[in-house]
């Protein structure tokens, strides 16, 4: 998957995993395609995660540490959170963990419980949904994510409400080029 943001940061990042979401690698950079600035670049193998991170707290230019850190089993990057949730069986007080793994935080774990179905209204439309309650337990405090999952499989995002308090709503679902 890869996804990019326009304003003040445009970022660009991509997060490719099997089917089971058991990540492969991840990458993210920001600036435009012609002046990407690199943040990380990750592999996942063999219950490891390797490569490299920039920070930029101390100056400018950043400085470059490597990556070489040891996974628990049942371990996704966390680009892909919100896609572990909605791959995960929904129902009304299922519980459910998983870790995740960034290189600015480390690991985390995760603690996900699904409310009931409510009917949301998005521009896309109205859909009955399960808000599905999210928390990452990061080292310097718990971020607590709400995401609306479609209660038709598959599980669709209807909305994301991040701890920020940006959300993002679903605006249209089109057809793929091969009739799905």
């Known amino acids: ?16 995993s099997t089917p089971e979401f058991k990540p492969i690698s991840a ?30 707290k101390d100056s400018e230019a950043g400085t470059r540490r490597s990556i070489d850190v040891a996974l628990p089993a049942n371990t996704v990057d966390q680009r892909i959170d919100w896609a572990t949730v909605l791959a995960s069986n929904l129902e009304t007080g299922q519980q459910f963990e998983f870790n995740v793994y960034d290189p600015g935080t480390g690991i985390s774990r995760v603690r996900a419980q699904v409310g009931a179905l409510e009917r949301v209204q998005v521009p896309d439309g109205s859909f ?40 993002d709503e679903l605006v249209e679902v089109t057809e793929g080029a091969d009739g799905e």
């Open 1 to 16: 998957m890869t996804a990019e943001s326009t304003g003040y940061r445009s970022q660009r990042w991509e997060s490719i």
């Open 27 to 56: 990458t993210l950079s920001f600036g435009q395609a012609a002046s990407n600035i690199p943040v990380f670049t990750l592999k996942y193998i063999s219950g490891r995660v390797t490569g490299f991170a920039v920070s930029r």
């Open 128 to 167: 009955e949904a399960y808000r599905v309650i999210y928390r990452i337990e990061k080292p310097g405090g718990t971020e607590q994510h709400q995401l609306l999952a479609s209660r038709a499989l598959p599980h669709i995002m209807v909305r994301d409400e991040f701890p920020n308090g940006t959300v």
